[in-house]
């Protein structure tokens, strides 16, 4: 399984960027998709999932400013990012968990800058 990240860029506070993960290659049945990010000098952390059934989870610092989304059809995975802050400020990597298999795209990375 492939996944192909974008929609990174600068913003600045207050503003709004919209994150897409496409997945492609020996896909059966994806079960979760996440999005993670990395800030420098810090660990990787798990920002919000979303389930094949439609559940989704958020790390507290982004609930009500963050929307991940699905679709299923296209193995396609959002993240639309509302009010950004500085503290928003990494590299975004989507996940996806199938089986026992977990894969990782490349990092897409947003900086909210004035």
């Known amino acids: 399984v492939q996944l192909q990240a974008s929609g990174g860029g600068l913003v600045q506070p207050g503003g709004s960027l919209r994150l897409s993960c496409a997945a492609s290659g020996s896909i059966v049945s994806i079960n979760a998709m996440s999005w993670y990010r990395q800030a420098p000098g810090k660990q990787r952390e798990l920002v919000a999932t979303?389930?094949?059934?439609?559940?989704?989870t958020y790390v507290h610092s982004v609930k009500g400013r963050f929307t991940i989304s699905r679709d299923n059809a296209e193995n396609t995975v959002y993240l639309q990012m509302n009010r950004l802050v500085p503290e928003d400020t990494a590299a975004y990597y989507c996940?996806?968990?199938?089986?026992?298999?977990?894969?990782w795209g490349q990092g897409t990375q947003v900086t909210v800058s004035s």
């Open positions: 996940n996806a968990r199938q089986g026992f298999g977990v894969y």
């Open positions: 979303a389930t094949r059934g439609g559940t989704t």
